[in-house]
């Protein structure tokens, strides 16, 4: 007998048991099962997802890749042999979810010990049913009531595919779980396999790293508490002879914004598996009787276009399906924050003297940073007393909020909810409230420490007072930073085998807060920041609106930074800012134009200090500001192409957006130095439609005399364009407008 579901893909905040509103849902065919050979095929984009159950009534990978045929069917996995008596069939057969027992050696998606010291777990088929578009499909230790239920949805447009795991305990007893992943991805058999991932640090963040895979394993991960910029938790493994727009890529992330892992293996036979979910590093999840955890979702997808196609599908993941407001998203408003302007010297006159200055260049939102609350005049003190300083603020937010409301602006705030300083009133009165070792130092970051957001007196106390804040003043964003990673994780008020818990409970109870926030205050947007790029997952997305890439806003290395982040999300959740020149980071000097042309591949904020431009430097910026709403839903929402990467010391940098309509495409090039007078080289654009005309205009800069002032796609992409670009750090943009077919 074969049965189809009706599936439906919904985002984080639908599905997870934080959620607090509905989600649309769009129905689709994509789930298959065959009840007669337990076989499960998902269909989805151009892509087929096949598992099944397999004679010894384990999960097995049958197949993912390219879209395969219907007439093509569905044939029950058969567990590998094994190798030898070192390697045996656990070890070889690409398992959907392993648990760790019996001789299993890979990476294992599960490990529990339970109070008698067993630790071995075999975890085979029940039963499977779909409920609201997830498919699950439950296992079961041979004896012990431990169940392990596997769900399963799909994204029709995409064909991603996002997976989790809920352990359920019914044995009667508590037991620790020592490792728990969300899902193992099996890849086809081979050794020509290429794993691209992130890197960074403060500062330096995103950077591309391109390695083969080999034999053994490679640990992609933070230990760090919170999501980190050390490894983001994303992948993409693609064959040797792929491109940025050809050949084959499975790619996925984890929607998880504490301490995680991502293992890619490669085993005994040349399998390939990657295997993602908590860090276990330090861990060891207390589950009560009856009690169930569920892991995070994780995603993943496959193309045969390319590098670039599998950042394009899921940045269409991320825009349609995971922000919260999906597929309706707003437009990021172009927004000045007055913190590189002011610092912590902020009051009342200074900050709408900005605020005036940033309306006429045309800003729609203001944020005023750091240094508005409690005895908050440097970061040595005040964070933790969310008050606001009657000294800077004699008559509290509302006569500076009516002044950026009457210049036409929403007005924004910098909050830092997790941290307390020492020095606070606060911490005086429950320094018990920090992340902590009884007895032991607590090692201060920034001035600061974490404070223990697992404890539900903390979560409360967060909670009330951004509500409070956001109920008193018309507040329409916040700011939400997170300036140090944890260090001694400990939760004393709890009983030692569960303080380890606090890795789980804290990410929960900060989802929680964002959920509960947004449930009571719908209009309020949210940006995840910390220290720049080190909150940025596939879960925190799905709460906030905006994400904060690096402190670093240097316009040249902001290229490579933004080069790297969009491997993985969208231009549309981008922030980057214009700021001075030279900058703190390099102290290089590059234009305004060049900065602005930077900046307006993203979502484009001003950070700059106006007070110190000069009138030709404000009506520069006016301009590009009324360029940049011109094609803000392209640089948004479009398709990305990355024509040139600015890294392995390049001398150019080309991206170019499309809409989705194909109606009109902007490109941006750069150039770090020219040299021996060579041109520079022409640039061929990608993703037009080849039969439309396409108009072109200059946004800032000059194509050679000989081009066209209109044109088909076809022309665009294979005749290309050339751009008169000279000198050091130099940069022009253009707009091609569809006119006609």
């Given at each position: 007998?074969?049965?189809?579901?009706?599936?439906?893909?919904?985002?984080?905040?639908?599905?997870?048991?934080?959620?607090?509103?509905?989600?649309?849902?769009?129905?689709?065919?994509?789930?298959?099962?065959?009840?007669?050979?337990?076989?499960?095929?998902?269909?989805?984009?151009?892509?087929?997802?096949?598992?099944?159950?397999?004679?010894?009534?384990?999960?097995?990978?049958?197949?993912?890749?390219?879209?395969?045929?219907?007439?093509?069917?569905?044939?029950?996995?058969?567990?590998?042999?094994?190798?030898?008596?070192?390697?045996?069939?656990?070890?070889?057969?690409?398992?959907?979810?392993?648990?760790?027992?019996?001789?299993?050696?890979?990476?294992?998606?599960?490990?529990?010990?339970?109070?008698?010291?067993?630790?071995?777990?075999?975890?085979?088929?029940?039963?499977?049913?779909?409920?609201?578009?997830?498919?699950?499909?439950?296992?079961?230790?041979?004896?012990?009531?431990?169940?392990?239920?596997?769900?399963?949805?799909?994204?029709?447009?995409?064909?991603?595919?996002?997976?989790?795991?809920?352990?359920?305990?019914?044995?009667?007893?508590?037991?620790?779980?020592?490792?728990?992943?969300?899902?193992?991805?099996?890849?086809?058999?081979?050794?020509?396999?290429?794993?691209?991932?992130?890197?960074?640090?403060?500062?330096?963040?995103?950077?591309?790293?391109?390695?083969?895979?080999?034999?053994?394993?490679?640990?992609?991960?933070?230990?760090?508490?919170?999501?980190?910029?050390?490894?983001?938790?994303?992948?993409?493994?693609?064959?040797?002879?792929?491109?940025?727009?050809?050949?084959?890529?499975?790619?996925?992330?984890?929607?998880?914004?504490?301490?995680?892992q991502i293992a890619v293996e490669q085993d005994a036979v040349q399998q390939v598996r990657v295997t993602g979910g908590y860090n276990p590093f330090d861990f060891g999840y207390h589950l009560k009787a009856g009690a169930t955890l569920e892991t995070p979702w994780f995603y993943a997808g496959h193309t045969s276009h390319g590098l670039g196609d599998a950042s394009r599908r899921m940045h269409r993941l991320e825009m349609d399906t995971l922000?919260?407001?999906?597929?309706?998203?707003?437009?990021?408003?172009?927004?000045?924050?007055?913190?590189?302007?002011?610092?912590?010297?902020?009051?009342?006159?200074?900050?709408?003297?900005?605020?005036?200055?940033?309306?006429?260049?045309?800003?729609?939102?203001?944020?005023?940073?750091?240094?508005?609350?409690?005895?908050?005049?440097?970061?040595?003190?005040?964070?933790?007393?969310?008050?606001?300083?009657?000294?800077?603020?004699?008559?509290?937010?509302?006569?500076?909020?009516?002044?950026?409301?009457?210049?036409?602006?929403?007005?924004?705030?910098?909050?830092?909810?997790?941290?307390?300083?020492?020095?606070?009133?606060?911490?005086?009165?429950?320094?018990?409230?920090?992340?902590?070792?009884?007895?032991?130092?607590?090692?201060?970051?920034?001035?600061?420490?974490?404070?223990?957001?697992?404890?539900?007196?903390?979560?409360?106390?967060?909670?009330?007072?951004?509500?409070?804040?956001?109920?008193?003043?018309?507040?329409?964003?916040?700011?939400?930073?997170?300036?140090?990673?944890?260090?001694?994780?400990?939760?004393?008020?709890?009983?030692?085998?569960?303080?380890?818990?606090?890795?789980?409970?804290?990410i929960h109870n900060f989802y929680g807060i964002l959920a509960e926030l947004r449930k009571k205050h719908p209009n309020v947007e949210i940006e995840s920041c910390s220290g720049g790029g080190s909150r940025v997952d596939l879960g925190v997305i799905g709460l906030t609106d905006e994400v904060w890439p690096s402190d670093n806003t240097d316009a040249f290395d902001r290229l490579r930074i933004q080069n790297g982040f969009t491997q993985a999300?969208?231009?549309?959740?981008?922030?980057?800012?214009?700021?001075?020149?030279?900058?703190?980071?390099?102290?290089?000097?590059?234009?305004?134009?060049?900065?602005?042309?930077?900046?307006?591949?993203?979502?484009?904020?001003?950070?700059?200090?106006?007070?110190?431009?000069?009138?030709?430097?404000?009506?520069?910026?006016?301009?590009?500001?009324?360029?940049?709403?011109?094609?803000?839903?392209?640089?948004?929402?479009?398709?990305?192409?990355?024509?040139?990467?600015?890294?392995?010391?390049?001398?150019?940098?080309?991206?170019?957006?499309?809409?989705?309509?194909?109606?009109?495409?902007?490109?941006?090039?750069?150039?770090?130095?020219?040299?021996?007078?060579?041109?520079?080289?022409?640039?061929?654009?990608?993703?037009?439609?080849?039969?439309?005309?396409?108009?072109?205009?200059?946004?800032?800069?000059?194509?050679?005399?000989?081009?066209?002032?209109?044109?088909?796609?076809?022309?665009?992409?294979?005749?290309?364009?050339?751009?008169?670009?000279?000198?050091?750090?130099?940069?022009?943009?253009?707009?091609?407008?569809?006119?006609?077919?």
């Amino acid at each position: 007998m074969h049965r189809r579901f009706a599936a439906r893909f919904c985002s984080f905040a639908c599905l997870a048991s934080l959620a607090t509103t509905a989600c649309a849902q769009r129905p689709t065919d994509a789930i298959h099962v065959d009840d007669v050979s337990h076989v499960f095929r998902i269909d989805a984009g151009d892509m087929t997802y096949e598992f099944g159950v397999n004679e010894d009534k384990r999960l097995q990978t049958i197949y993912w890749g390219e879209h395969l045929s219907e007439k093509d069917h569905p044939q029950s996995p058969k567990a590998s042999q094994g190798m030898s008596s070192f390697d045996s069939s656990r070890n070889t057969t690409p398992q959907e979810f392993g648990a760790w027992g019996g001789g299993l050696y890979v990476e294992p998606d599960l490990k529990i010990t339970f109070p008698d010291g067993n630790r071995d777990l075999d975890l085979r088929y029940v039963s499977h049913s779909m409920h609201d578009g997830v498919l699950s499909v439950q296992m079961k230790d041979i004896s012990l009531t431990v169940v392990v239920t596997l769900q399963y949805k799909v994204d029709d447009a995409t064909g991603i595919v996002g997976r989790r795991a809920l352990i359920e305990n019914g044995t009667g007893k508590p037991f620790i779980i020592e490792s728990a992943s969300s899902a193992t991805w099996n890849l086809p058999r081979g050794t020509n396999y290429i794993l691209r991932y992130l890197s960074g640090r403060w500062a330096g963040e995103w950077t591309v790293n391109d390695q083969n895979v080999k034999p053994g394993k490679t640990i992609l991960e933070s230990r760090r508490g919170t999501t980190g910029a050390q490894n983001n938790p994303w992948f993409s493994i693609r064959r040797n002879d792929t491109t940025e727009e050809n050949g084959e890529v499975w790619f996925g992330g984890l929607a998880w914004g504490g301490s995680w892992q991502i293992a890619v293996e490669q085993d005994a036979v040349q399998q390939v598996r990657v295997t993602g979910g908590y860090n276990p590093f330090d861990f060891g999840y207390h589950l009560k009787a009856g009690a169930t955890l569920e892991t995070p979702w994780f995603y993943a997808g496959h193309t045969s276009h390319g590098l670039g196609d599998a950042s394009r599908r899921m940045h269409r993941l991320e825009m349609d399906t995971l922000v919260p407001h999906a597929p309706h998203e707003k437009l990021r408003p172009v927004l000045y924050n007055s913190w590189e302007a002011t610092e912590f010297k902020v009051d009342e006159a200074g900050q709408e003297a900005l605020a005036e200055k940033a309306a006429a260049i045309g800003a729609e939102r203001f944020v005023m940073d750091d240094g508005w609350f409690g005895a908050r005049n440097n970061d040595h003190a005040g964070l933790g007393d969310w008050t606001v300083n009657p000294q800077k603020f004699p008559n509290g937010l509302k006569p500076l909020i009516d002044k950026v409301h009457s210049l036409h602006m929403d007005f924004g705030l910098w909050v830092e909810p997790e941290m307390v300083n020492p020095d606070s009133d606060l911490y005086r009165k429950h320094p018990d409230w920090a992340l902590n070792f009884s007895g032991r130092p607590r090692t201060e970051g920034r001035n600061q420490l974490v404070l223990n957001l697992a404890r539900e007196d903390v979560r409360q106390y967060v909670f009330t007072f951004l509500d409070k804040l956001l109920t008193e003043n018309d507040i329409a964003f916040l700011k939400w930073d997170y300036n140090r990673n944890w260090s001694e994780p400990g939760w004393p008020a709890v009983a030692p085998e569960e303080q380890k818990n606090v890795y789980v409970d804290f990410i929960h109870n900060f989802y929680g807060i964002l959920a509960e926030l947004r449930k009571k205050h719908p209009n309020v947007e949210i940006e995840s920041c910390s220290g720049g790029g080190s909150r940025v997952d596939l879960g925190v997305i799905g709460l906030t609106d905006e994400v904060w890439p690096s402190d670093n806003t240097d316009a040249f290395d902001r290229l490579r930074i933004q080069n790297g982040f969009t491997q993985a999300y969208a231009p549309g959740i981008m922030m980057a800012w214009v700021t001075d020149s030279p900058t703190w980071v390099n102290q290089r000097t590059l234009s305004l134009p060049y900065r602005f042309l930077s900046s307006m591949q993203g979502s484009l904020g001003i950070g700059a200090n106006l007070t110190k431009f000069t009138p030709e430097e404000l009506n520069t910026s006016q301009k590009m500001i009324a360029e940049y709403k011109n094609i803000r839903e392209t640089a948004q929402r479009g398709e990305l192409y990355r024509l040139v990467y600015p890294t392995d010391g390049s001398e150019e940098a080309v991206t170019e957006s499309v809409s989705r309509d194909k109606q009109q495409a902007v490109l941006f090039t750069f150039l770090h130095s020219s040299t021996e007078l060579y041109p520079y080289p022409r640039v061929f654009l990608r993703g037009l439609d080849p039969d439309r005309i396409y108009s072109l205009s200059s946004i800032y800069g000059k194509a050679s005399d000989e081009t066209p002032a209109s044109a088909t796609g076809s022309y665009w992409m294979h005749h290309g364009i050339n751009i008169e670009l000279r000198g050091d750090f130099q940069a022009a943009a253009f707009v091609l407008q569809g006119v006609s077919h």
